[in-house]
């Protein structure tokens, strides 16, 4: 698809001793195991048992592999599951990168910022004919996804350029920082959830870059939770933060190009700003379908269980209930040590949610809330990501701990992450989930034909 601007819509043998022919009967045999032995006249029917005993046996083998449970994430099968998604470093590489030619740039990266040959984006452009890679911006967990604290400003050992945090001191690029530069780039796998860091970071980036007159490319990447679920509320208008830098219900369904179009246009950034788009995605893809490999965005979002999950259950950690981390599955365990699991998994499994079960668990965390302290609670198992609604989940548990332990689980708290007093409030009153999912409608309503207007892909 190539670059999107705001003007346009738009990679020597031993000897073999004989056997005696007496030694194996294999002849013999053979119309046993021949399936189209009717066709080959010089074999021996088999008995009327063993056609029965075969008949039962494949069978057998069909139904098991028909009602055999299918992992979540099982790739598609259709033609378009083939087709390999180009990320936007791809595409800036089968285009020789033509964009950035006669360029001074910063990359804004981590971990997650590697080409289809699994080479660094940072290394790439360092390499890349006719570009000048001269600085490095690191955005929350650092450069290489480690880190749980403020990021410090360091060097990257392999090109020996400076890596500026955008997690510390200071969490916009400043001019200093700036200075010398033409361009930035953004290359890093979102996660999907308004409250997740780097799309704010990627705001903050492209405010500096519209302040300091230089160009800024998004190299886009896939929304991990598929681009067409919506959901959760509207965040509050005065609810703004760095966990929350625009007006977005929690799950969007927007690329980082998409959302950095909406950034621009809606805030009136005046940014000079061009997206080098993805090619092969389509909107209905879940991450599995897409080829790429999956690579955890920060440490406690290792798999893609755990990204799907993610939203509904950290809303709740403000709460006072341990996500899991901590342990070895976060955010496929939650608990607290006053939480008693059975109780709380039967309390679950009667509201009935689509896409996920639940089960009794006991765990230890070894860090972050609760660490050292026997934790009772549920496991949390995703079964269908398709009818899976995060939001609905997470509002049935916290519903369910407002209900069986009105002392100790703190519901106003989640208005933290939720960013809607509206639907805090409403928990708090005991109003059903499926009225407050209603209440949400005409607000996303609205979204969808805002976001309509950013949308790349099909």
Wanted: charged share 20%.
């Amino acid at each position: 698809m190539g670059v999107m601007t705001e003007s346009t819509a738009t990679t020597t043998a031993p000897k073999i001793r004989p056997v005696a022919r007496e030694a194996f009967r294999v002849d013999a045999c053979i119309p046993r195991l021949y399936i189209a032995h009717g066709r080959m006249p010089h074999n021996k029917t088999p008995s009327p048992m063993f056609r029965s005993c075969f008949l039962i046996v494949m069978l057998l083998a069909f139904f098991l592999a028909a009602t055999s449970p299918r992992p979540p994430f099982a790739a598609a099968s259709s033609p378009l599951a083939a087709l390999s998604v180009e990320t936007g470093i791809d595409v800036l590489e089968a285009e020789n990168f033509a964009p950035l030619r006669g360029m001074r740039v910063g990359i804004i990266t981590n971990q997650t910022g590697v080409d289809s040959r699994g080479r660094r984006t940072i290394d790439v452009l360092a390499r890349a004919p006719g570009v000048k890679l001269v600085a490095i911006f690191s955005p929350e967990h650092g450069i290489a996804g480690r880190i749980d604290a403020d990021v410090p400003n360091s060097a990257d050992p392999a090109t020996h350029l400076p890596i500026f945090s955008l997690y510390g001191e200071t969490r916009r690029p400043t001019p200093e920082m700036l200075r010398n530069l033409d361009a930035l780039v953004y290359d890093i796998q979102d996660a999907g959830v308004r409250f997740y860091t780097f799309i704010t970071t990627m705001g903050y980036s492209l405010e500096a870059a519209a302040q300091n007159h230089i160009a800024f490319f998004v190299l886009d990447r896939p929304d991990p939770l598929g681009g067409e679920i919506i959901e959760g509320p509207m965040l509050d208008p005065a609810r703004t933060s760095f966990t929350a830098y625009f007006p977005l219900p929690i799950r969007y369904a927007m690329t980082p190009g998409e959302l950095a179009r909406m950034f621009n246009a809606v805030n009136r950034l005046h940014a000079n700003l061009h997206v080098i788009a993805l090619k092969n995605w389509r909107r209905s893809e879940f991450y599995a379908s897409t080829g790429l490999p999956f690579i955890p965005p920060s440490p406690n979002l290792r798999t893609m269980n755990e990204d799907f999950l993610y939203p509904g259950l950290e809303i709740l950690q403000a709460g006072g209930v341990s996500v899991g981390r901590g342990t070895g599955t976060p955010f496929e365990i939650l608990g607290a040590p006053w939480i008693r699991g059975g109780e709380l998994a039967a309390e679950l499994d009667r509201r009935h949610i689509p896409g996920v079960r639940f089960s009794p668990a006991r765990f230890t965390p070894d860090a972050d809330l609760y660490q050292g302290q026997s934790c009772e609670g549920v496991s949390v198992s995703l079964t269908s990501p398709a009818d899976f609604r995060s939001m609905r989940m997470g509002l049935e548990i916290a519903a369910a701990l407002h209900r069986l332990y009105p002392d100790s689980f703190h519901l106003d708290k989640t208005i933290l992450l939720l960013g809607s007093q509206s639907t805090v409030d409403q928990l708090e009153r005991g109003v059903p989930v499926s009225e407050i999912l209603a209440g949400w409608a005409p607000a996303l309503a609205q979204f969808r034909v805002l976001r309509a207007k950013y949308l790349l892909y099909n």
